[in-house]
């Protein structure tokens, strides 16, 4: 991280003659969330933006344009006159996967600029207690001798929480039937009662910790600190082509390069700090930065693999 918020400092410095204000930034910052306040989204934005904008030496106005999953948020930055001092606030969903389903208003490649991917929610594959099944590989074993008798939910359709059930089907040959909630909450729900048997989501979480869920897999890199028994999908064979909930800052296109990376730099510091680490862990986060050179391939890596599982699973929006 260290060398990645060093570059970010250099390319500023290469890039401050080509700036027209005397500095920046000149004026608070405004990030356009295009989610719900109260989501990881918005949480995850709150917490490392307010002591970025901190950092360097300003206030940021928080303003929340959700709907459309993201589009009407996206598109309402496009639009704006470029300021340099506008950002957005970005998913994996809202860059790497609605794309694939339907018509966007927006050009990842040439309407935003990447600044730094912040955090990725936790997740966990889990199941009802009623499933006979303590691992990945029993679970899997019972559902080819049970084809189409396990249904897992999800938040919605074509949600990352609905992919990673299909990645897990297509990966290990299995069949299960999808059930579309609205909302991870009523899915979670669902599962407790038993009304579905697994779940792919952040809110099973603590069900997990209170005994009410069994956890078979966990999903991200590496193993969540609170169950350090439970594997990751990956370490169980399955879940190979990855994939995360991230959430992170764009900036629309023609943003100056210097408020590109003097903004990435201050992101990174705020995100060494150990009460915004803790911050991040308290909502249901890691703290996972990229820099913008990073992020851009891993936009187009994700992009890339979450299209092929829409395709492959022949996934469309009614």
Known sequence: ?????????????????????????????????????????DV???????????????????????????????????NQPVDHHTFLTTTTAMVCITRHLQAI???????????SRMTTS?????????????????????????????NYGSAGLAT?????????????????????????????????AGEIQAQFDQTTLPHIKAGKLRALAILAEVRHPDFPDVPTLQETGYGKESGDSWFGI??????????????????????????IVQKVHNGGMRVTYLDPTDFRAKIGTESAMFGNIIRKGGIKLP
């Open 1 to 41: 991280m260290r060398r990645r918020a060093f570059t970010a400092s250099a390319l500023a410095s290469v890039a401050a003659p080509a700036f027209a204000q005397p500095q920046w930034p000149s004026k608070p910052l405004r990030l356009v969330i295009p989610y719900p306040p109260g989501g990881p989204s």
């Open 44 to 78: 995850s934005s709150r917490i490392v933006m307010e002591r970025a904008a901190q950092l360097l030496g300003q206030g940021v106005l928080f303003d929340n344009k959700a709907g459309a999953s993201g589009m009407i948020g996206a598109e309402f930055v496009k």
């Open 105 to 115: 208003p927006f050009d990842p490649e040439r309407d935003i600029v990447p600044v």
């Open 122 to 150: 936790w997740g966990a594959f889990a199941v009802h207690p009623s499933v006979p099944a303590n691992t990945v590989a029993e679970f899997v074993g019972y559902a080819k001798a049970n084809p189409g008798k396990l």
């Open 160 to 192: 990352i929480t609905h992919l990673f059930g299909e990645m897990l089907c297509l990966e290990a040959g299995i069949r299960m039937t999808h059930v579309p909630y609205r909302g991870s909450a009523p899915a979670t729900n669902a599962l407790l």
């Open 250 to 275: 764009l900036a629309p296109a023609g943003t100056s390069p210097e408020a590109i990376a003097r903004l990435d730099k201050a992101i990174a510091d705020a995100l060494r700090a150990p009460d």
